[in-house]
């Protein structure tokens, strides 16, 4: 990760890690030190068994994913959360482990598909926000376009199979559910 200031702490929940673009769209951002990405051992736990669970022939390719995530971000797994959920009240009480990681982490953001399922009333007194992966990355592209651009050409870079030309990976962000992100990276096409 890149020595930068010190930048906000944002917890990803386990539907943000499940579609891969999305997952290395973020993680790319957060080794850029846009923001600093946390998960706790539950939140990776869902995400491997769903995805497992949706894709066994992939089981092997997340467990080295999972731990890959470990070794790039070693300050990125939150601990000692358990004991705040209890006192955390949500639509649906299988969630309140994503908040109680989301205060242990002094988190700013939850970033996660399931936005209606983090009400503002129940986040807003902790000084948290639920955010979909989309409007956090254009977001955080908008701060600081000049890095964003940088881990966005690092990310199309390392695609290999197959290699994408840069207008090629900005269609292939908006076909993957990033469109706010594809419109950002389009205006820098000839830089990615």
Do not use: C
């Not at 846009?34 to 869902?46: G, K, N, Q, T, V």
């Not at 491997?48 to 790039?72: D, N, Y």
Request: proline share 6%.
């Amino acid at each position: 990760m890149s020595h930068v200031a010190d930048r906000f702490v944002v917890v990803l929940d386990a539907n943000v890690l499940w579609p891969f673009r999305t997952r290395d769209a973020l993680l790319r951002f957060g080794a850029a030190g846009l923001f600093r990405p946390r998960w706790s051992e539950a939140i990776l736990d869902e995400w491997v068994r769903t995805l497992i669970g949706a894709k066994p022939h992939l089981e092997e390719s997340v467990r080295s994913q999972r731990f890959a995530m470990a070794r790039a971000f070693e300050e990125g797994l939150v601990e000692g959360w358990e004991p705040l959920v209890d006192g955390i009240d949500l639509p649906d009480p299988n969630d309140r482990h994503v908040v109680a990681a989301a205060i242990r982490a002094g988190a700013e953001h939850i970033v996660t598909e399931n936005v209606r399922d983090f009400p503002s009333a129940t986040l807003e007194p902790l000084g948290i926000e639920a955010v979909r992966a989309d409007d956090f990355l254009a977001a955080t592209f908008e701060l600081y376009p000049a890095e964003a651009v940088g881990a966005l050409r690092t990310m199309r870079k390392a695609y290999r199979n197959p290699s994408m030309a840069s207008l090629d990976f900005v269609f292939d962000l908006q076909k993957s559910g990033l469109p706010k992100l594809a419109s950002l990276a389009k205006e820098h096409v000839d830089v990615l």
